[in-house]
Nanobody, 127 residues
């Protein structure tokens, strides 16, 4: 069993930045895929970003491209999400997800492709 713990959420003004981190328990692996998803009040959970552990290939939701950057540390078994130029519509609970499967680009955004999920961290963008 893998446990994921997110940190770094909080309240930030529009245009500001936050960095989310997610740490996984257990032995570090160079295979598999990390993902970040978010769920705003009254909305379905949606894909935000993902990255493959072996080659670091990322995938992003169109609305966050150029503003968010996902990165991973295979030694520490962690994944980060650097969020810049935040907008009120980025307000949501952000969830870290992990799987031992190395997904192709088109599959990285599917929730059902991930086996483990964190408890979520709240990000609020408001003035």
């Amino acid at each position: 069993q893998v446990h994921l713990v997110e940190s770094g959420g909080g309240l930030v003004q529009p245009g500001g930045s936050l960095r989310l981190s997610c740490a996984a328990s257990g032995r570090a692996s160079r295979s598999g895929t990390w993902g970040w998803f978010r769920q705003a009040p009254g909305k379905e959970r949606e894909f935000v970003a993902a990255i493959r552990r072996n080659d670091g290939h990322p995938n992003y939701l169109d609305s966050v491209k150029g503003r968010f950057t996902i990165s991973r540390d295979n030694v520490k078994n962690t994944v980060d999400l650097q969020m810049n130029s935040l907008k009120p519509e980025d307000t949501a609970v952000y969830y870290c997800a992990s799987t031992s499967k190395t997904w192709i680009l088109s599959a990285m955004s599917r929730e059902e492709g991930y086996d483990y999920w964190g408890q979520g961290t709240q990000v609020t963008v408001s003035s």
